[in-house]
């Protein structure tokens, strides 16, 4: 538990961030920036340096609440009898005000400009902030003030926040800008030095020709459905769709890696293909704790983790016959208990016949006794199918499907 707005203030914050930016555009050689435009540059360190002040999910808001036993002492409101200073212990239940946000985690211990005296206890996590109550009483009215109140307190702030650094994240353009165009400056005038040296120059051994701008990792988006009427329970977490297809993307533009590489990949079995695609996936995103967002459970499967439920899962496989769709359907759906799972089957194909291949993977699926329906696809065109699955015992409870075949050396 730490209290919200009070460890660091926001001027320090601005002023670390700047001489970071700095620092590392004073560090690029040459040979990095040959090859790039400042565009590049100026996104990158947007991206990098820019502070992600948290926006609150109001809307997806929820309350857990527990019984439990506490002390009397504490409630003003409970007349007690004294037992020196031994604890009087009553019925009681302890709230817990879940609120989603996403953002920047850290930014909940910034002051901004000011510092407030009595601020908010609470627990922060990647996702949630989490407040806690204690109350003796059934008084519904008083969790809800008080909830409003604190989430009230924490928009305000927020919001300051966000108008303050707003102004910083608008400056990193114009840094770039300077700090590169003194940087190109000074490789000019080394340039325009050397030419008139009366010597020639040893060209160093793998020197780079051209670079590209590194990208930022990303973190996996995940969101809370809004609970429904009637009686709540936790609400479970769904991967947003942009990140579902940027997901289908890198593994679209890893099968084509092996097409263009045929030799590396032509004995390869399903399980070392599945490292392949670990690798690009995790290099592109962070995980939370253990640096890997996807990890594999059992033979072939690639998934997501989050909060102990399954939100993706990859299966590698290749081409056998019509039983490989209808088997590695069903291996899925055997995995997948909770709502809105995205999922994707990557199919290899090493027969002559590609087209034969696709040709049948509409009529496979749709065979199956939980298919719903046929969506477009978004990313690959004729070798990409999408579906939308219904759970055997609740149909209303979704799955997402999307086949993805690849032709894969002989």
Known sequence: MTYLFHDFDGHSVQEAHRQKLKEEISNL?????????????????????GLDVPVIDRENVYIDIRDTKLDARKFRERIHFMDGNRAVMVDGNQVVVHIPYTGDKDLFRCSGNRVYHNSVNAQI???????????IEQDAEKINSQA????????????????????????IRGMVEERLSQRLEKFRKDEEMKSKLKFPIRQ???????????????????????PKAGPQTKPEP????????????????????????????????????????????????????????????????????????????????????????????????????????????????????????????????GKHSQFEKQVPAEIAGETEFRFIFKNKDDDQRKLNLTVLVFDVPR
């Not at 050689?29 to 340096?49: A, M, N, P, V």
């Not at 996590?125 to 109350?135: D, G, M, P, S």
Request: with cysteine; proline share 2%.
């Open 238 to 365: 769904v991967l947003e769709d942009v990140e579902y297809n940027h997901i289908l993307k890198i593994m679209q533009n890893m099968a084509v890696v092996m097409e263009k590489s045929p030799h590396a990949f032509q004995s390869m079995g399903e399980e070392d293909l599945r490292q392949h695609f670990l690798v690009q996936l995790n290099g592109q995103y962070e995980g939370t704790a253990t640096g890997e967002t996807f990890n594999y459970e059992g033979k072939t499967d690639i998934l997501i983790k989050y909060e102990g439920k399954t939100i993706f899962i990859a299966e590698c496989k290749y081409w056998t016959g019509p039983k490989t769709v209808s088997d590695t359907i069903d291996q899925i759906l055997g995995y997948t208990s909770w709502r809105d799972t995205k999922t994707a089957i990557l199919l290899f194909n090493k027969n002559k016949s590609l087209s034969g291949v696709l040709s049948q993977i509409p009529e496979l699926v």
């Open 125 to 135: 996590t990647a996702t949630e902030v989490l407040i806690t109550q204690e109350h």
């Open 148 to 171: 409003e109140k604190d989430i009230s307190f924490i928009e305000g702030f927020l919001s300051e926040m966000r108008n303050l650094f707003g102004e910083f994240n608008r400056s």
């Open 29 to 49: 050689s040459e040979d990095q920036l040959r090859g790039t435009s400042l565009d590049e540059w100026i996104k990158f360190f947007e991206d990098k340096y």
């Open 204 to 226: 160093r051994d793998g020197a780079s020709t051209t670079f590209k701008v590194p990208e930022i990792r990303r973190k996996v988006a995940v969101t809370r459905p809004v």
